[in-house]
């Protein structure tokens, strides 16, 4: 990987320019480098739930609930 070569974000998949010689970003900005960290490290706890036990599916209820009232751009409301 050289300077100004394009590379496509992890997280947003938008494409920047390589600005170093030797590690390329995996991440357009901050904020997809924050959200990477986050997603990580909320899967990371999420695996140390067991979700064998009774009130399991409660608790895959609310995280449906959370997840649903995550605000997404919706590339079809774009047109
Ligand atoms: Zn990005």
């Known amino acids: 990987m050289s300077?100004?070569?394009k590379t496509k974000c992890l997280?947003?998949?938008h494409t920047?320019?390589?600005k170093s010689k030797f590690r390329?970003?995996?991440y357009c900005s901050?904020?997809?480098k924050d959200l990477s960290k986050f997603l990580h490290a909320?899967?990371?706890n999420l695996y140390k739930?067991?979700?064998n036990e009774d009130y399991s599916n409660k608790l895959k209820s609310q995280l449906?609930?959370?997840a649903n009232q995550i605000k997404c751009i919706s590339k079809k409301a774009k047109k």
């Open 3 to 5: 300077i100004g070569t």
């Open 11 to 13: 997280i947003c998949g």
């Open 16 to 18: 920047f320019p390589n």
């Open 24 to 26: 390329p970003k995996e």
């Open 30 to 32: 901050d904020n997809c």
């Open 42 to 44: 909320f899967e990371r």
């Open 49 to 51: 739930v067991d979700f």
């Open 64 to 66: 449906f609930l959370i």
